[in-house]
Every structure is written in C-alpha cells, then in structure tokens.
C-alpha cells in the first residue's frame, strides 16, 4: 500500500487558511487538481494512493467518491472566498480518471465551474489509460469542456508493459489518440517511461518511434523510480530483477531528447517536451512556480500562499468526513520563506526558463562560475538554464546551488 501521510499541524475543521495565505489570493495563477484514486490492476511500481476494486471492498464506491468531490470543491469556494480567482486550469489524475462514467467527470468539472469559475481559455486535463476510453466516452468528455487528455503509455513494447504491470494492448494506443482527435480534443499528450528492468536502448527506441508517429503535442518521459513499498521494490530486492542503472538511464534520457527534438518537440522542462508553448502543460508549469492550487480528492495535496495541505487518504475516510461537512484535509504546514525559496530553486532550475539568479544566497551564487566552466549550467541575463549535460546531473547542479 503507499506510504504513510506526512505528519503536520492540525487543520480546522471548516478548513479555513491562515491570513498569510489568503494575503495575495487572486494575484496568483490558480488550478484545481482532481485525484480520482480508482485501478482496475495496481502497477508494480507506482506508489500513488490507489485502490481497485478488490482492497476497496464494499466500503466505498464511485458515487459516494464523486458526491465528496463536489462536496470539497463547494467547500474550497467556502475557504476561498470572493477573493478566490476563476481556475486557468483543472486536472484530473489519478489513479485512472477515466474509470469514472463520463458523465461523472463532467459532473465533478461542473462542480468546479459553478463554484470557482474557469477562465475563458482554461486548460482541462484528463489522464487516461488508453483502454479505459472509446470514441463515445472521449466525445462526452469533449462535450462536458475537457480540452486536453494525456494517455499513459508507458511503453510500445510488449515485455515492458509486463515488467511494468500495464494491461493494455500497445497497439491500442494510435487508436486512442486518433480517436481523441476525432473528438476536436485541443492537446494529446503521451506519457512514456524508460529505464525499466529489462528494457534495451532498443526497446526503448522502438516506445519513442512509436510514440511520435501518433503526432502527440506534448510528451512525457520519466526515468523509473522504484518506490519503497512497491511490488517494484520488493523484486529489487529480492534479485528478481535489476535496480535501474544511472548510465542506462542517462543513454535512454539522451535518445529520448533527441528523438523528439528532431520530430519538433521542445523541451521546457527536464522530463517534457511540447511542439510548442502553447501545447505546454500550464497546470504543471502552475506547480513548478509555486503558484496555488486547490487539491480535490483522497490523498490529494493542496498550496495557496505558502500554506500546503494534504488530505486523508482513503476514499471512505474521505467521503465520511466531507458528509459531516468538516474538511477533509489531515494536515498541513506553513512554510517560511527559506523554505519557499529553496523549493523553488529545486522546481524552477528544472525548467527551461532558467532560474532567477535572485533566488540563490551567497554561497548558491559563488558556485555559478564553477558549474558554467563545468559545461553545466548557461547565464542568460539574470537566470541560470540548464545544458544538456546539466540535465543529466540536475540533482548535483541543485545541491551545489544549495549548499
């Protein structure tokens, strides 16, 4: 099962935030994150709180789930207020966020517009495994104002899916996508993984390939982490099989890059390339920046003005807690300023924009020449970008920015 919560301060019962928090609300990008924490299968290396069906037992069920979402995010309009700004994007992830009912989706974004309100041009994302949707259920959600979808694809190889724990059929995916196109969904994104035991440079090559020929916007590919308390881990372990290698990892990271670059994909962050900035991810550029969300769902986590909060984790606990209409969040933590600025040196060096030079302290900035002589690091007026080479030893270039 995954980890433990966090431990942090208590939160009131009606959810309400401190005034540091509020101070600033509405000048602040804002997005609504929606968990939806349903598997048919549990992978073997994902940590992410998830159930199916058979450890949910009889306790809880998708229409209590989705009944205690709307019932969070008419809260949030509660805590926020009138100061609360319309939503520039909305996410739904998971778990896997089409095993709800269209309609069920469209009923929690429903939600959201009513309370919060959504920009005119707001960015709504759908994570999606590529047999969990049909031409019929994309055509609904394209209806209901999803604009984007991103289908966990993982892999193009059959041996990989496996290792992995993935169900689907690889050449299922074309197919999803060609059928989100034909639903006028405006963004298609893919989501690979690579460095999983077993899988070749080959292998690895063919997923990309395959990949591209879908013509995605927008790609994803992350190097896998085997997570403590994963069926992964244990195998790890055991011998069963390989922990992933940093060179293997690096060699697939390079192909990766450059593959997609040729076929037109930039990067604007470490694992993610876009065929342009307006096919970007914005709810994911809204957490590298350190803007505000609001997390809905079991285990989601939330940040407004420095204050971030975490929500019980099981869906029952969850749904028992927003029908006595007390908040459903476990705990939270107000963070100082220190705090505020390291995150966002480890978020924004991540990104191509670069990192301001301003968030960096004395010792964070007498190591710049070295990592520039280094090969590491490019100065582009006041901000620090990453080279290739950066990339690859990002976690290092971080921590001499740290000291």
């Not at 009889?58 to 019932?71: D, L």
């Not at 896998?224 to 922990?243: C, D, S």
């Amino acid at each position: 099962m995954p980890s433990a919560l966090p431990d942090g301060d208590p939160v009131p019962a009606d959810g309400s935030l401190p005034g540091s928090a509020m101070a600033g609300l509405g000048e602040r990008p804002f997005g609504v994150y929606v968990h939806v924490p349903f598997c048919r299968v549990r992978c073997g290396y994902c940590d992410f709180n998830t159930y199916t069906a058979g450890e949910l037992g009889g306790s809880t069920s998708t229409a209590s789930y989705v009944a205690a979402a709307i019932a969070e995010v008419a809260l949030a309009r509660e805590v926020l207020g009138d100061s609360a700004p319309p939503a520039s994007t909305v996410f739904f992830g998971g778990g896997t966020p089409t095993l709800l009912p269209a309609a069920d989706l469209a009923r929690v974004l429903a939600a959201i517009r009513q309370h919060l309100g959504l920009t005119a041009d707001a960015e709504i994302t759908a994570e999606a495994n590529p047999d969990s949707v049909d031409a019929r259920s994309l055509a609904a959600l394209r209806e209901a104002g999803f604009t984007r979808l991103s289908f966990g694809m993982q892999s193009a190889v059959p041996h990989v899916l496996a290792t992995l724990d993935r169900t689907h059929d690889p050449d299922r995916v074309p197919l999803a996508v060609a059928e989100a196109r034909a639903a006028c969904f405006e963004q298609v994104s893919l989501d690979l993984i690579y460095g999983t035991p077993g899988e070749t440079l080959a292998d690895w090559e063919r997923s990309l390939t395959a990949a591209l020929a879908c013509a995605p916007d927008h790609v994803s590919a992350y190097a896998l982490i085997v997570e403590e308390g994963t069926a992964l881990a244990r195998k790890v372990r055991r011998g069963e099989v390989p922990a992933p290698n940093d060179d293997d990892l690096a060699d697939k990271y390079l192909l990766a890059d450059r593959l997609l670059t040729t076929a037109g994909l930039e990067w604007y962050e470490l694992s993610n390339w876009a065929t342009s900035s307006a096919a970007r991810c914005r709810h994911n550029e809204l957490y590298w920046t350190g803007a505000d969300w609001w997390g809905v769902g079991p285990g989601a986590h939330s940040h407004v003005g420095g204050t971030r909060w975490w929500n019980v984790k099981h869906p029952a606990a969850y749904a028992e807690r927003l029908a006595a209409r007390r908040s459903p969040a476990h705990a939270r933590e107000v963070l100082d300023p220190e705090t505020r600025r390291i995150e966002q040196v480890l978020l924004e060096s991540r990104l191509r924009a670069g990192l301001p030079l301003a968030l960096l302290d004395d010792a964070g900035l007498a190591v710049v020449a070295d990592l520039a002589e280094r090969g590491l690091i490019d100065r582009h007026g006041e901000r620090l970008v990453l080279t290739p080479d950066g990339r690859l030893l990002a976690d290092a270039v971080v921590r001499a920015l740290l000291p």
